[in-house]
């Protein structure tokens, strides 16, 4: 499938490449494609047990309020304590995280979560042949993708395995 990424610049100072995000158009039946392929893996997911409870990234309901609520009660907790408790925080930074998924090892996952190999098959033509074209002006450069996933449509475990 085809995109074509066009580079704008998004600071006041001298630009770096960094500076470009790139923008993709995507095919409006792709989109509605993959809700439909997102919306049966997430049933599959929830009839089979297969999204934890703690689960609030990416699913229906699933609000970062909850999440800041939870962090703020065992903040809380951990200082009034009479049992003095050493409490540890880790954060992970997503950046750039639909860049770095290993689409073999999504594969694998939805196997082990058991989803439909009609389904597999699907996302398996879907990033087969994948590429997009990079213009800058004047220039494009037709660049192969073979690692992230298409952004757009989210999904639980691209994170939960």
Do not use: C
Not at 14 to 33: A, C, E, G, Q
Not at 60 to 85: C, H, M, P
Request: no cysteine; net charge positive.
């Amino acid at each position: 499938m085809e995109r074509i990424q066009n580079k704008t610049y998004t600071k006041k100072k001298k630009p770096t490449v960094k500076d470009f995000r790139p923008i993709s158009l995507t095919n409006i039946s792709y989109k509605l494609f993959m809700s439909i392929i997102k919306d049966e893996i997430e049933n599959h997911l929830k009839i089979n047990h297969l999204i934890k409870e703690n689960q609030m990234g990416f699913t229906k309901g699933g609000r970062k309020e909850d999440n800041i609520f939870i962090l703020q009660y065992l903040v809380e907790k951990a200082f009034t304590s009479k049992e003095k408790k050493t409490l540890v925080l880790i954060t992970v930074d997503y950046s750039k995280a639909y860049d770095s998924i290993d689409r073999e090892k999504m594969i694998e996952a939805l196997i082990e979560y058991k989803i439909h190999p009609h389904i597999i098959d699907n996302i398996i033509k879907l990033y087969s042949g994948d590429y997009t074209k990079i213009r800058f002006g004047e220039q494009e450069k037709r660049i192969d993708i073979t690692s992230g996933i298409k952004q757009g449509v989210h999904y639980p475990q691209h994170y939960s395995k």
